[in-house]
């Protein structure tokens, strides 16, 4: 159903999978390899989350990040704080993420987007604060260490196969819902809620439905986080990232399924050349820029005139014809 | 059974766009709406499918008090529109413009799309061969892979039409739907509601286009700056020399 200007094969996710095999050969045995690409799996999730929101359902959400934190503090302080196990960790980010995404969207979609993006940037400081304020349930400012690593992947190369194993489980669920019913009704009100209204669709279910959903993805992704690094703390998952999250979904193409994956990786590779962290902003601003001039459907959502493996690529463009036809009378 | 709009009178602010306004509609049957711009034909759609709220008076379809009843639940519940100013995703092909109209039948919600279950794969199998059944009725099966912004006018509205059917509704409320049409497309358009309306479906259409009022519908009800002027049929309007003179003007003669 979306057009996919790049890597069009039947399945999205069969692209991915061969890149991804392509990366497990190239870092195969290399730590820093493996611990940049299991990153770039985590933003990758996320970015996924920014893509099913923003660009599908046209939410515009600052808390990407903090849904990933919510994931992240819930799995460890019950694997740190009651020794409980990381998998019941999981189900904790996945259902509070989802939970706190619907009641907030269902509160608020009723206004404007606008609103809705506010409130999630409120959610972010809100949710900074309680991690602060939290004592030794939350670790306070330093934070909860001695995460444990999942029994599953206890390596670094197995947490490679695991992170990106739930970034092709979340394109292949993506793509399931993006080419329903459900799906195509959320790109309906995207563009024109009262359009979808007069297809009968309930909007504000709908979209708080698919904002919960991207709730969860970035739960999900706070999981792989925590027990990745073993570490949470107040200034890990913040504001600063949802937005650069943000970017890089923008920067790969929102609408495309893949776009945000791809934004990730070519934004987490350019960090790892940046000479220093305090750049990070300066670069992020001019890439955006950039991107907004060049090619503002992102890398992916764009169709570049190159030539490509498969002919036939690029559909005909023909002027937009909104002008009514002549009326007979 | 039918549509049944009693005393009904919507507000905006001062502007009392409709007042006391009664119509019926019954299963199988054509109600033209005829009216200058602004005298409320717009707006007696959007109270009937709950995209306005009205100040008094009732709505009932089969039966049933509508007016608390949110609009999407109105569609679902058999109810299908177009708008006068078609409202579409320029960038999304005709295709699945049509689909999109499908939402109401398609049973499997958001989690089981999400995974894609043998149901939810079946009903889109199901809902994608009776697209095609459809963009073949409207003689679009062509324009499947054309992006909506490229179509001229007169096919947008057909596609519009297409989309309003694909939920097998039992009322359809058409907004100027041959506005821009060609003679042939007018023509595919009219065999296509009279094919609806022998399957039992009620239409009520809104039409400036006064040969196609004539051609379809057994009972017109003119609207003027919100209230009634006349309702009856469309030959005695056509002799009832003040609504000739006051919409028609003398061209009409």
């Not at chain 1, 959610?123 to 934070?143: M, N, P, R, S």
């Not at chain 1, 992704?221 to 690094?229: D, E, K, P, T």
């Not at chain 2, 912004?149 to 097998?168: C, D, F, I």
């Amino acid at each position: 159903m979306n057009s996919y200007s790049l890597f069009t094969w039947r399945h999205p996710a069969l692209s991915l999978l061969m890149i991804v095999s392509v990366g497990t050969a190239a870092s195969y045995g290399h730590p820093f390899l493996l611990d940049n690409s299991i990153m770039i799996g985590i933003f990758s999730l996320m970015a996924l989350s920014v893509g099913i929101s923003y660009g599908q359902a046209g939410i515009l959400s600052l808390a990407t990040a903090t849904f990933a934190a919510i994931g992240a503090f819930a799995t460890a302080i019950l694997t740190v704080n009651y020794r409980l196990s990381p998998y019941l960790g999981l189900l904790a980010a996945i259902l509070l993420p989802t939970v706190c995404a619907y009641l907030l969207a269902r509160c608020i979609l009723r206004l404007s987007p606008l609103p809705l993006s506010i409130a999630t940037f409120v959610l972010g400081g809100l949710v900074e604060v309680l991690i602060k304020q939290g004592g030794d349930f939350t670790g306070g400012y330093i934070g909860l260490s001695g995460i444990p690593r999942l029994s599953i992947a206890p390596s670094a190369q197995a947490m490679h196969f695991l992170t990106w194993a739930v970034v092709l489980l979340v394109v292949v669920l993506c793509v399931s819902l993006m080419n329903s019913s459900t799906g195509r009704a959320i790109n309906t009100a995207r563009h024109d809620p009262l359009r979808a209204v007069a297809d009968g669709v309930d909007v504000p279910h709908l979209l708080s439905n698919t904002f919960a959903f991207s709730g969860a993805i970035a739960g999900v992704a706070g999981w792989l986080y925590a027990h990745h690094i073993t570490y949470i703390g107040p200034d890990s998952l913040t504001t600063q990232v949802s937005i650069t999250v943000l970017l890089m979904a923008v920067v790969g193409g929102v609408k495309v399924i893949l776009g945000p994956i791809f934004g990730a990786a070519i934004l987490m590779v350019v960090v790892l050349y940046l000479p220093a962290a305090e750049s990070q902003g300066m670069f992020f601003g001019s890439i955006l820029v950039f991107m907004l001039l060049v090619a503002p459907n992102g890398l992916l959502g764009s169709r570049w005139r190159l030539p490509t493996l498969r002919g036939g690529l690029e559909r005909p463009t023909s002027p937009m014809l909104l002008m009514p036809a002549k009326e007979e009378n | 059974m039918g549509i049944e709009v009693s005393n009904v009178t919507v507000r905006f602010g001062g502007i009392t766009a409709l007042s006391e306004v009664s119509v019926s509609l019954s299963p199988g049957q054509i109600v033209a709406v005829i009216g200058a711009n602004g005298s409320g034909k717009s707006t007696l759609f959007n109270s009937i499918t709950g995209l306005v709220s009205v100040a008094s008076g009732s709505i009932r379809i089969d039966d049933d008090e509508v007016i608390r009843i949110p609009p999407h639940r109105r569609i679902a519940g058999g109810l299908a529109r177009t708008f006068q100013t078609p409202r579409f995703d320029p960038r999304i092909t005709v295709e699945k413009a049509v689909l999109c109209g499908f939402y109401p039948v398609a049973r499997s919600g958001f989690v089981r799309s999400l995974l894609h279950t043998p149901g939810s794969a079946r009903e889109e199998r199901t809902i994608r061969r009776e697209c095609d059944g459809i963009l073949a009725l409207f003689k679009l099966d062509k324009l499947r892979s054309v992006p909506m912004g490229e179509l001229p006018m007169g096919q947008v509205r057909l596609v519009e039409v297409a989309r309003s059917v694909a939920n097998k509704p039992k009322y359809l409320l058409l907004d100027e739907p041959a506005a821009g049409l060609t003679r042939v497309e007018q023509e595919l358009l009219s065999a296509e509601i009279r094919n609806l309306v022998a399957r039992g479906v009620g239409v009520l259409l809104v039409e400036h286009n006064f040969n196609l009022v004539q051609q379809l519908s057994e009972h017109v009800v003119v609207l003027d700056r919100g209230s009634i002027l006349f309702t009856g049929a469309p030959a005695e309007l056509a002799g009832n020399r003040a609504f000739v003179d006051a919409y028609l003007g003398t061209s009409g003669h």
